[in-house]
């Protein structure tokens, strides 16, 4: 017999298992609850509702699909550091198969808002690394960044990109950053 899940990061492992098998729209509290050995009750001591539930898992899949410290430590430019965010997203489609097209899809009218919120916080932490490769890159054209064109708006730019790339599943990594180095080298 397994023993029962008792801590929110072994809930949560449990829960990113069952998107990885089921998707997103599977993740509810008395699943979770079974699949961790433990009773509806205890299961609210971690996640005061569905809700709660839902945004740590979505935000423990993104951490998982961008591990975001490991990238972090293997980057010198914003270049390398797109390659491998890309490269994380597709070693994890067989991993959570449907998530990126499933994950926006899975809420019910109350908890669309909070799965909203953990992927903006999600998402900002990503502009907030590729601010900080921008910032720090020092072979990037001098005079490039202007009054019009920030390194803010450069980045949300890239951003937006970069998601529409990953939610279209378009294949248009290579292009991408090309169009990235071009600009800023």
């Known amino acids: 017999m397994s023993r029962a899940v008792t801590s929110e990061e072994e809930i949560l492992k449990v829960s990113c298992g069952i998107v990885a098998k089921k998707g997103i729209a ?3 509290m008395r699943t979770v ?3 961790c050995g433990i009773a509806l009750g205890s299961l609210y001591n971690y996640f005061s509702s569905k809700s709660e539930l839902l945004s740590a898992t979505i935000e423990a899949v993104w951490k998982d699909i961008f591990q ?7 980057c010198e430019n914003i270049v390398e550091y797109l390659n491998l965010l890309f490269e994380g997203v597709e070693n994890s489609r067989s991993r959570y198969p449907k998530f990126f097209s499933m994950h926006a899809l899975g809420f019910t009218a109350g908890e669309r808002q909070e799965g909203k919120k953990a992927m903006e916080v999600y998402f ?3 502009k907030n690394q590729m601010a900080h490769f921008l910032e720090n ?3 990037i054209r001098q005079g490039i960044f202007t009054e019009n064109l920030t390194a803010e708006i450069f980045t949300d730019y890239i951003f937006t990109l970069f998601l529409s790339i990953l939610l279209e599943k378009q294949n248009e990594k290579e292009s991408f950053l090309e169009f990235v180095k071009n600009y800023l080298y």
């Open 26 to 28: 599977a993740v509810n």
């Open 33 to 35: 609850a079974s699949e």
């Open 68 to 74: 975001m410290g490991k990238t972090l430590e293997k």
């Open 124 to 126: 900002l932490r990503l």
């Open 137 to 139: 890159d020092e072979k």
